[in-house]
Nanobody, 119 residues
Framework: QVQLVESGGGLVQPGGSLRLSCAASGTIVSINAMDWYRQAPGNPRELVATITSGGSTNYADSVKGRFTISRDNGKNTVYLQMSSLKPEDTAVYYC?????????????WGQGTQVTVSS
Protein backbone atom coordinates (compact mmCIF):
# COMPACT_ATOMS: atom_id res chain seq x y z
CA GLN A 1 0.00 0.00 0.00
CA VAL A 2 1.30 3.45 -0.93
CA GLN A 3 0.61 6.57 1.12
CA LEU A 4 1.38 10.24 0.53
CA VAL A 5 1.47 12.43 3.63
CA GLU A 6 1.64 16.21 3.39
CA SER A 7 2.82 18.66 6.02
CA GLY A 8 3.76 22.29 6.40
CA GLY A 9 0.49 24.12 5.90
CA GLY A 10 -0.77 26.84 8.20
CA LEU A 11 -1.67 30.48 8.59
CA VAL A 12 0.69 33.09 7.16
CA GLN A 13 0.48 36.83 6.56
CA PRO A 14 0.47 38.24 3.04
CA GLY A 15 4.03 38.45 1.75
CA GLY A 16 5.13 35.57 3.93
CA SER A 17 6.52 32.15 3.11
CA LEU A 18 5.70 28.52 3.76
CA ARG A 19 7.25 25.23 2.71
CA LEU A 20 5.05 22.22 2.08
CA SER A 21 6.36 18.67 2.13
CA CYS A 22 4.85 15.46 0.80
CA ALA A 23 6.43 12.11 1.59
CA ALA A 24 5.56 8.87 -0.17
CA SER A 25 5.84 5.57 1.66
CA GLY A 26 5.08 1.93 1.00
CA THR A 27 6.29 -0.66 -1.49
CA ILE A 28 7.59 1.74 -4.13
CA VAL A 29 9.62 0.76 -7.18
CA SER A 30 9.88 4.22 -8.68
CA ILE A 31 8.17 7.60 -8.74
CA ASN A 32 7.62 9.48 -11.96
CA ALA A 33 6.10 12.97 -11.98
CA MET A 34 5.17 14.60 -8.68
CA ASP A 35 2.67 17.46 -8.61
CA TRP A 36 1.14 20.00 -6.30
CA TYR A 37 -2.51 20.96 -6.76
CA ARG A 38 -4.71 23.33 -4.80
CA GLN A 39 -8.41 23.82 -4.32
CA ALA A 40 -10.05 26.92 -2.92
CA PRO A 41 -13.67 26.85 -1.71
CA GLY A 42 -16.07 26.88 -4.64
CA ASN A 43 -13.29 26.41 -7.18
CA PRO A 44 -12.10 23.36 -9.09
CA ARG A 45 -8.81 21.74 -8.16
CA GLU A 46 -5.99 23.33 -10.14
CA LEU A 47 -2.46 22.24 -10.97
CA VAL A 48 0.11 24.47 -9.29
CA ALA A 49 3.46 22.86 -10.12
CA THR A 50 4.96 19.70 -11.58
CA ILE A 51 8.39 18.10 -11.33
CA THR A 52 9.52 15.11 -13.36
CA SER A 53 11.78 12.34 -12.13
CA GLY A 54 14.61 14.09 -13.93
CA GLY A 55 13.95 17.39 -12.22
CA SER A 56 12.21 19.35 -14.98
CA THR A 57 9.62 21.71 -13.59
CA ASN A 58 6.52 23.55 -14.74
CA TYR A 59 4.34 26.09 -12.97
CA ALA A 60 0.94 27.69 -13.23
CA ASP A 61 1.21 31.29 -14.41
CA SER A 62 -0.31 32.49 -11.14
CA VAL A 63 2.63 31.19 -9.09
CA LYS A 64 5.61 31.59 -11.43
CA GLY A 65 8.45 33.42 -9.76
CA ARG A 66 6.94 32.92 -6.29
CA PHE A 67 6.72 29.13 -5.83
CA THR A 68 9.47 26.54 -6.28
CA ILE A 69 8.90 22.81 -6.53
CA SER A 70 11.71 20.38 -5.73
CA ARG A 71 12.14 16.75 -4.81
CA ASP A 72 14.46 14.44 -2.91
CA ASN A 73 14.37 11.11 -4.70
CA GLY A 74 16.23 9.38 -1.90
CA LYS A 75 13.48 10.34 0.51
CA ASN A 76 10.57 9.95 -1.94
CA THR A 77 9.59 13.49 -1.00
CA VAL A 78 8.41 16.51 -2.95
CA TYR A 79 8.49 20.07 -1.63
CA LEU A 80 6.73 23.30 -2.49
CA GLN A 81 8.49 26.46 -1.33
CA MET A 82 5.96 29.29 -1.42
CA SER A 83 7.07 32.91 -1.12
CA SER A 84 5.40 36.31 -1.51
CA LEU A 85 2.13 34.67 -0.58
CA LYS A 86 -1.12 36.38 -1.45
CA PRO A 87 -4.62 35.96 0.00
CA GLU A 88 -5.66 34.32 -3.28
CA ASP A 89 -3.16 31.51 -2.58
CA THR A 90 -5.45 30.39 0.25
CA ALA A 91 -6.53 26.83 -0.50
CA VAL A 92 -6.13 23.20 0.45
CA TYR A 93 -2.93 21.99 -1.19
CA TYR A 94 -2.65 18.39 -2.39
CA CYS A 95 0.30 16.44 -3.69
CA UNK A 96 -0.03 13.80 -6.37
CA UNK A 97 2.54 11.31 -7.59
CA UNK A 98 2.65 8.68 -10.30
CA UNK A 99 4.09 5.68 -8.50
CA UNK A 100 5.16 2.26 -9.71
CA UNK A 101 4.77 -0.64 -7.27
CA UNK A 102 5.65 -4.27 -8.00
CA UNK A 103 2.03 -4.72 -9.04
CA UNK A 104 0.92 -1.62 -10.90
CA UNK A 105 1.46 1.98 -11.94
CA UNK A 106 -0.97 4.57 -10.68
CA UNK A 107 -1.65 8.07 -9.41
CA UNK A 108 -1.71 8.56 -5.67
CA TRP A 109 -2.97 11.61 -3.75
CA GLY A 110 -2.19 13.03 -0.35
CA GLN A 111 -4.89 14.03 2.12
CA GLY A 112 -4.36 17.77 1.67
CA THR A 113 -2.97 20.52 3.87
CA GLN A 114 -4.63 23.88 4.47
CA VAL A 115 -2.79 27.08 3.58
CA THR A 116 -4.40 30.31 4.71
CA VAL A 117 -2.94 33.69 3.75
CA SER A 118 -4.48 36.44 5.84
CA SER A 119 -3.56 39.39 8.00
Amino acid sequence: QVQLVESGGGLVQPGGSLRLSCAASGTIVSINAMDWYRQAPGNPRELVATITSGGSTNYADSVKGRFTISRDNGKNTVYLQMSSLKPEDTAVYYCKAQIATPWDLGDYWGQGTQVTVSS
